[in-house]
């Protein structure tokens, strides 16, 4: 299963839109005629070194309907959000290879903050 290009299992999905805890976490999503057509996944969160922030974990548009304001209109409805929580700012991450993402980014106001590498280990 694809979600917006996201490689997933549907019953996951599920499972953790379930599973939303609605003070720290938010989700919205987009839609045309009944079809998801983009959404954002963000969480507030502390650090030991920096004033509490909001991570977007995850922003998705349609291929088709890039370009047509949606992703621009989700995060604005994060930013909103994120100054209702009073917190200090907002971050993301976004692929080497996103150059196009990285220009709306820019666009919306976001810098870059520094080049780093991702890693992730399996447990189970």
Request: charged fraction near 35%; aromatic fraction near 12%; proline fraction near 0%.
């Amino acid at each position: 299963l694809h979600l917006l290009g996201y490689e997933c299992d549907e019953k996951t999905v599920r499972e953790q839109l379930k599973s939303i805890n609605y003070e720290r976490e938010i989700v919205y999503v987009a839609e045309n005629n009944n079809d998801v057509v983009g959404f954002v996944h963000a969480e507030k969160f502390k650090l030991l070194y920096k004033k509490e922030l909001i991570n977007i974990q995850c922003l998705a548009v349609k291929k088709e309907y890039q370009g047509s304001r949606i992703g621009s209109n989700l995060l604005d409805t994060v930013e909103k959000w994120a100054k209702d929580k009073g917190v200090y700012g907002i971050r993301l991450n976004s692929a080497m290879t996103r150059i196009k993402a990285h220009e709306f980014y820019r666009n919306k106001g976001f810098v870059e903050e520094r080049e780093q590498i991702r890693f992730f280990k399996k447990i189970i």
